[in-house]
Structure formats: C-alpha cells, structure tokens
C-alpha cells in the first residue's frame, strides 16, 4: 500500500511538473507590431555622422521617386522597442504588414547599395 502511494505521488508530481502557468512576457520588439501600414525608420547617432551620409543621399534620391513614403520617414536615436530588429546604427528599415521588408544597417559602402534596394522595396510596396 506505501508503495501505492508513493508512485501515485510520484506520477502527480510528474505530471504536474509540466504543467507552468505563463503571463504575458513582452517582447523586444513591441514597436514593431504598432506597424501595419508601409514604413520607413531611420536610426541615426549624431556623434557618427560621417558613416550616415551614405544613408543621407540615398534617402534624398529616393524621395524623388517616393515623396509620401519618404516623408512620413521616422528618425530615431534609440533602439529601444526594436532590438529585435536593429544591431547596428545607422540603419534604415522598411516595415509593413509588422515585418521588415527592406534593412540596412552600418557602414554602407556605396548609397546606390541603399537606394537600390529601397527603391525595389518601395515600389513592390505599392
């Protein structure tokens, strides 16, 4: 009879182990989900100012050929709410639909590497 009991007490420890009542933990990148419709963020870090002049002609090419888009651009200087999404400023991210479509971040060698890939983005995008 003990033993009975003791692997009853067993088996419910067992099994009720695996059970874990979860709360809602927040994600790194809630800031991403407020985005449903097309948008452009730039983060910027004025004491780097030079690696940004890449990202600063191919945004002002791009506003050429996507004014609306280009426009309602939001600039950033801090990561918080997107660590999921950005490792290294500058950056520049598409997001639609709660997803980033187009990124690119750090040194860039060559604006035309930004701008062609944005440019592509964007007009899948519309």
Same mark, same amino acid.
């Given at each position: 009879?003990?033993?009975?009991?003791? @692997?009853?007490? @067993? $088996?419910?420890? @067992?099994?009720?182990?695996?059970?874990?009542?979860?709360?809602?933990?927040?994600?790194?990148? /809630?800031?991403?989900d407020? *985005?449903?419709?097309?948008q452009l963020i730039?983060?910027? &870090?004025?004491?780097n100012?030079?690696?940004?002049?890449?990202? #600063? /002609? $191919?945004? *002002? /090419?791009?506003k050429?050929?996507?004014? /609306?888009?280009i426009?309602?651009?939001? =600039?950033?200087?801090?990561? &918080?709410?997107?660590?999921n999404?950005?490792?290294?400023?500058?950056?520049l991210?598409? =997001?639609?639909?709660e997803? =980033?479509?187009?990124?690119?971040?750090?040194s860039?060698?060559?604006? &035309?590497?930004? #701008?062609?890939? @944005?440019?592509?983005?964007?007009? $899948? $995008?519309?």
């Amino acid at each position: 009879m003990p033993a009975r009991i003791i @692997f009853t007490m @067993f $088996a419910l420890v @067992f099994i009720l182990g695996g059970c874990s009542i979860t709360q809602g933990i927040p994600r790194q990148n /809630d800031k991403i989900d407020e *985005l449903e419709n097309e948008q452009l963020i730039f983060f910027s &870090d004025e004491k780097n100012i030079e690696e940004e002049v890449v990202y #600063y /002609d $191919a945004i *002002l /090419d791009l506003k050429k050929h996507f004014p /609306d888009q280009i426009g309602n651009m939001e =600039v950033l200087k801090e990561t &918080d709410g997107w660590q999921n999404e950005v490792d290294t400023i500058p950056c520049l991210i598409l =997001v639609n639909n709660e997803k =980033v479509v187009e990124k690119v971040e750090g040194s860039a060698n060559e604006k &035309d590497e930004i #701008y062609n890939r @944005f440019y592509d983005a964007l007009e $899948a $995008a519309e």
